[in-house]
Nanobody
């Protein structure tokens, strides 16, 4: 499975961005698609995840609940992260990732497939 993330950029506090992740290859093996982020000097952390097949199940880390929305379009083999009310602390490189298993959706090392990162910078 190959993942290609896009949509990052520079935005002011309170602004919005929409990240996209296009998947190709054996996407049938994916159970969760997730978004992670890594700020300078910090570990990569979980942001959100969505199940890839059937009725979607949504997972969010606490700091983005109510501000970020993960969604998918299986016909386009794509997953999205709509980010609203952005804060400077959301500044990071954002990565999309695919997980074949059904558990530990919030753990970096459980994910099997990774896209390249896309930079999100929120100015104050």
């Amino acid at each position: 499975v190959q993942l290609q993330a896009s949509g990052g950029g520079l935005v002011q506090r309170g602004g919005s961005l929409r990240l996209s992740c296009a998947a190709s290859g054996r996407t049938g093996s994916i159970y969760y698609m997730g978004w992670f982020r890594q700020a300078p000097g910090k570990d990569r952390e979980f942001v959100a995840a969505i199940t890839w097949h059937g009725d979607p199940t949504y997972r969010y880390t606490g700091s983005v609940k109510g501000r970020f929305t993960i969604s998918r379009d299986n016909a386009k083999n794509s997953v999205y992260l709509q980010m609203n009310s952005l804060k400077p602390e959301d500044t990071a490189v954002y990565y999309c990732a695919g997980l074949s298993g059904s558990s530990w959706y919030d753990r970096v090392h459980e994910y099997n497939y990774w896209g390249q990162g896309t930079q999100v910078t929120v100015s104050s």
